[in-house]
């Protein structure tokens, strides 16, 4: 009988786990992909399509497209997860599974932060980011504030991505000197691992006349008075605030009973969970690095691979190595790129950029997940 495995969510993590199981045991093995949503989307697609430089409708990817034989997709709703005896209850039935693993991501609790969901908008989810093109598209100038409300958050680059990217297209509107930037991390510099690659996005606010306000989140928005209050008691006004929610597990995980200060803990090599043959990857893991899609999906290959030896009665060396390589937006289609290494010591990060030349680079980052796994060409803007 073919060994079964159940996996949780269809982000990165999940992906690049189930392409790789299918890849490693084909027919002896039987992968049940659960989500609740019809399709997958990169992150940096959402600033896309909230800058308007791609359509919605080309940044999604149907999950009904998957491409890799022996995969089974479900969509559908996580009711309960039982992980000593591995079986799941979801709105489409009940599913036993030999291997397990979570890879639910990370929620947005936007009720987390008084004012945020009455003055605010957040552009993590892709229906904020999705709202906020129209909302963008009719700004005419202003104070704007990108805050990240507190710590842990997905995509490090992401908030100063937004502000740059922010700058570029109010200069291309003529509204860049009717405007101000403030940007709001609760770090102490934009990209904590890589030296180099905060220095360069600290040269790059300074240039553009973005205000750098770091060590502190923001703590609430005061809708009357239009300002959001930060953790180190300052103020500052906005009439447009594009904020970084709360993140936490999805309800469910906790209910599970799986977490341990907020996050489900793994071993950081296996990512198994005390639970044998319970794994956990991605956002809702805590492993050590960074909650990004690049460091998901190296997640979801070692775990794979490890899952396929088990399988095999094998044993396996095959390890998650805490490395992952991300593209950060300059504006103005300039792109820099940083690749980091966790486990190798002090965490550290290799940057080059930022340049035009490296915005194929990250094009072909896009494409070729699509291609391996949808089985289709695409192009990550048009």
């Known amino acids: 009988m073919a060994a079964r495995v159940l996996v949780l969510g269809a982000g ?24 609740r949503t019809a399709g997958f989307v990169f992150g940096f697609s959402k600033l896309d399509v909230m800058f308007g430089r791609a359509d919605a409708g080309h940044v999604v990817h149907p999950y009904a497209d998957l491409a890799k034989p022996g995969v089974t997709f479900v969509r559908a709703e996580i009711t309960a997860i039982d992980a000593t005896t591995r079986r799941v209850e979801t709105t489409a039935g009940a599913f036993q599974a030999d291997y397990l693993v979570v890879a639910l991501g990370a929620d947005y609790d936007v009720l987390r932060t008084r004012g945020l969901a009455e003055a605010g908008h957040e552009f993590y989810s892709e229906r904020g980011a999705f709202a906020l093109r129209e909302t963008l598209a009719e700004f005419e100038g202003g104070d704007v504030v990108v805050g990240v409300t507190a710590g842990p958050f997905k995509c490090p680059p992401a908030p100063s991505e937004t502000a740059l990217m922010l700058d570029a297209m109010l200069r291309e509107r003529g509204i860049r000197d009717s405007s101000t930037i403030s940007l709001v991390m609760p770090v102490a510099r934009p990209l904590p691992p890589s030296e180099d690659a905060s220095a360069a996005l600290l040269e790059a606010f300074a240039e553009r006349g973005i205000a750098w306000h770091p060590d502190t989140g923001v703590r609430s928005l005061d809708v009357e008075e239009r300002v959001a209050r930060l953790g180190d008691g300052s103020a500052l006004p906005f009439d447009l605030y594009l904020g970084v929610p709360v993140h936490r597990v999805p309800v469910v995980v906790e209910a599970a009973g799986l977490t341990v200060d907020g996050w489900i803990p793994v071993d950081p090599r296996t990512l198994e969970t005390p639970w044998p043959d319970v794994f956990a990857v991605g956002d809702c893991a805590a492993v050590g690095t960074p909650r990004a899609g690049a460091f998901a999906e190296r997640q979801g290959a070692a775990a794979a691979r490890i899952i396929a030896a088990r399988v095999r009665g094998e044993r396996t060396d095959a390890a998650y190595d805490g490395r992952g390589v991300c593209y950060i937006e300059f504006g103005g289609d300039e792109i820099g790129r940083v690749e980091v290494s ?4 002090h965490p550290a990060g290799a940057f080059e950029g930022p340049s035009l030349a490296l915005a194929a680079d990250k094009q072909e980052f896009g494409a070729s997940r699509i291609r391996r796994w949808f089985g289709r060409e695409w192009t990550p803007v048009g």
């Open 342 to 345: 966790f486990f190798d010591g």
């Open 12 to 35: 990165f993590g999940g992906l690049e786990l189930t392409s790789t199981l299918a890849e490693e045991l084909g027919g002896e093995v039987q992968i049940t992909l659960v989500d």
